[in-house]
């Protein structure tokens, strides 16, 4: 398969990310809640956090470019009484939540290693794909370049392209940098066929042949919003991977990343997990070499 062109693509939030879905955990979002000051105006319990807030401002939040800082305020000043006399603590309050998720929704570290070496490899594209707030493209972007791993917005691609019209992918001896197709800036989200189709135009450089999924569908969220339900995410493992063979018409394969309950807990109980994964990236990357 030398010469080929594979994909291999990255869910964020309980992938790369082990600490985003550990912040929703029941305590900890209640002790953020209090620390950022959304506890004192009404956001007094997780469940309330999930219904109130997040539920009915996904759509807007995670789809369109007004980010997770907008959408929230704008939601609790509709909730509480004289928006307008409290809009600077409202203002305050939801930037100091906001900063503290994405402060603690870092790519784990033991992932450093196969990031590196995918964006080094001159026959692969890295992407990192996720139904997140705008603010967690920069977020992403900055937690690679501070490990000096190039990475760029889908879509913001810089520098010369092999001829009009095409995209970015790997070049005779040279790697790509990391993509990052984030719905919010996309427009769409992975369940839906034009998330992937405008990341098939951004790569449309060559023939997409292979393409490994890297994911947890769903299955290391925390269960305040009942996105981790394990039929859930059966059914989301399918459809991710039906919409895939159809929009790049290539032979895909998911690695499922899936967290015991003590690899979930935290303090690097999950490095065990990258590392297997990793062999299992290398071996997509060397097919018929080092299985």
């Known amino acids: 398969m030398k010469g080929t062109d594979r994909i291999v693509i990255f869910d964020y939030s309980g992938t790369l990310s082990l600490e985003a ?33 997040v539920g009915p401002t996904w759509i ?41 998720y994405f402060d603690r929704s870092r790519i784990d570290p033991a992932w450093r290693p196969i990031l590196e070496r995918l964006s080094a490899h001159p026959e692969a594209i890295p992407v990192i794909a996720t139904d997140h707030y705008a603010e967690a493209t920069e977020t ?7 490990w000096n791993i190039a990475a760029r917005k889908a879509g913001e691609e810089s520098g010369p392209c092999r001829s009009a019209g095409e995209g970015v992918g790997p070049s005779s001896g040279q790697g790509s940098p990391i993509l990052i197709a984030n719905s919010a800036d996309i427009g769409f989200w992975k369940a839906d066929p034009r998330f992937w189709e405008f990341l098939k135009r951004r790569l449309s450089w060559g023939k997409i042949r292979s393409v490994l999924i890297v994911d947890d569908f769903g299955f290391n969220e ?17 459809e991710t991977l039906a919409v895939l063979e159809k929009t790049f018409e290539a ?10 309950g003590e690899e979930r807990s935290g303090n690097g109980k999950g490095a065990a997990k990258i590392v297997e994964t990793a062999r299992r990236i290398e071996q997509f990357l060397n097919p018929g070499g080092e299985r």
């Open 21 to 53: 879905p550990r912040f929703a955990g029941p305590d900890r979002l209640e002790k953020a809640l209090r620390q950022s000051g959304l506890f004192s105006l009404g956001v007094t319990t997780p469940a309330f956090f999930w219904e109130q807030i």
């Open 140 to 146: 992403i972007v900055r937690n690679l370049r501070s």
């Open 222 to 238: 925390e269960q305040g919003d009942r996105y981790g339900e394990s039929a859930r995410v059966e059914a989301r493992q399918r």
């Open 60 to 100: 807007e939040g995670s789809t369109t470019a007004i980010g997770y800082k907008k959408v929230m305020a704008a939601r609790l000043g509709a909730l509480v009484p004289s928006p307008e006399a409290l809009w600077d603590k409202i203002a305050a309050a939801v930037s100091r939540f906001v900063d503290d």
């Open 251 to 260: 032979t895909v394969e998911a690695t499922p990343f899936f967290l015991t």
